[in-house]
């Protein structure tokens, strides 16, 4: 199995900044791409940022100059640098990696059981 194991969620006042982490484990051979999305009640799970094993990022408009992505791929860690919170940016969030389980096998999508982030304002 692979599993992602998510931290850095929290309360937090607006403006402030937290920093989500992400680990990937267990049977895993690669990553390819990570990403966190964020969903609230009733609504559709949404992109906040995607990383690719070259660096290249994909940030939604409502996080840009806010967020900041990032990832160490040897130690398959992803980060969310969240800076500038505002109230609408209280959603969960759910780590996301396109793995491969054995050298053999095809990319899929894993997801992390999401972490809770709060902005008062």
């Known amino acids: 199995q692979v599993q992602l194991v998510e931290s850095g969620g929290g309360l937090v006042q607006a403006g402030g900044s937290l920093r989500l982490s992400c680990a990937a484990s267990?049977?895993?051979?690669?990553?390819?791409?990570m990403g966190w999305y964020c969903q609230t009640p009733g609504k559709q799970r949404e992109l906040v940022a995607i990383?690719?094993?070259?660096?290249?990022?994909n940030y939604a408009d409502s996080v840009k100059g806010r967020f900041t992505i990032s990832r160490d791929n040897a130690k398959n860690t992803v980060w969310l640098q969240m800076n500038s919170l505002r109230p609408e940016d209280t959603a969960i969030y759910y780590c996301?990696?396109?793995?491969?389980?054995?050298?053999?096998?095809?990319?899929?999508?894993?997801w992390g059981q999401g972490t809770q982030v709060t902005v008062s304002s």
């Open positions: 996301n990696a396109d793995a491969k389980r054995t050298i053999l096998s095809t990319l899929r999508d894993y």
């Open positions: 267990g049977l895993l051979f690669s990553i390819d791409s």
């Open positions: 990383i690719n094993t070259g660096g290249g990022t």
